[in-house]
């Protein structure tokens, strides 16, 4: 574990394993400490990982400065600098699929492999649901996952998740209401696999579809889950690896 210094902020960065490095972005909201913690993924076991907290989340110290997607993807890059990767691979969930997408076409020849997680382009590729309404628990379990039966069980487990730090997630709420990279995809280089859940309804499968219909070559895969189908469909960490591996 390390602290890397960029222009408004340190960052709290953890990293785990041994292979070929690989920035792993958590979504909104999210800290190491709630549980995807670099040695705690299935990547581990095959990548050399490096997450960090976003700027004013988890461990990580933030100004009073509102920051833009453009600030978080230069945050990712930072981290890879402070480790001497030139060259890397990607995966980004959620939020951290924006932040992902941003900085596969602002330094496309630095990524060499990019996964899409459960994420949204904006503009014309559609927008994740707009989280800076605040949604309640009810109204969160029910586009996590959109069945009925499944966002139910969900509802224990929103109603007492604990409330994420602020300001930096307010400030991370109004960066992603700003995203919008609709247009800069086909700047994407790496080879992208794009991942949803078929009964998401934060980033709802089609926008997964505009995203990989906009990035040249990209290859599109739907699981048995909602915004959280990495954890409801055994395939989709095996198929993340395999696409990570391929040479």
Known sequence: MTNVNVPGASLYVERAGAGPPLLFV????????????????????????????????????????????????????????????????????????????????TAPSRVVRLVLGCTSA???????????????????????????????????LFGARPTPKEPGYERQLQARRAHDVW????????????????????????????IASRIPGARLETYDGGHAFYFQDERAWADAVAFLQEV
């Open 122 to 156: 904006g503009g014309d590729g559609g927008s994740s649901y707009p989280l800076h309404e605040r949604p309640s628990p009810e109204v969160m379990a029910g586009i996590v996952d959109t069945r009925p039966e499944v966002a139910g069980s969900l509802l224990e």
């Open 183 to 210: 247009d800069r995809l086909p700047r994407v280089t790496a080879p992208t696999l794009v991942q949803a859940g078929r009964f998401d309804g934060i980033a709802p499968p089609d926008n997964s579809r505009r």
């Open 26 to 105: 958590n979504g909104s909201g999210s800290a190491l400490a709630d549980g995807l913690r670099p040695a705690t993924l299935p990547v581990s076991r095959h990548f050399d990982v490096a997450s960090w907290d976003h700027r004013g989340l988890g461990e990580s110290s933030s100004d009073d400065v509102p920051v833009t997607m453009a600030d978080f993807a230069a945050d990712a890059l930072a981290v890879a600098d402070s480790l001497g990767w030139q060259a890397f691979s990607v995966f980004g969930v959620s939020f951290g699929g924006m932040v992902a997408q941003e900085l596969a076409v």
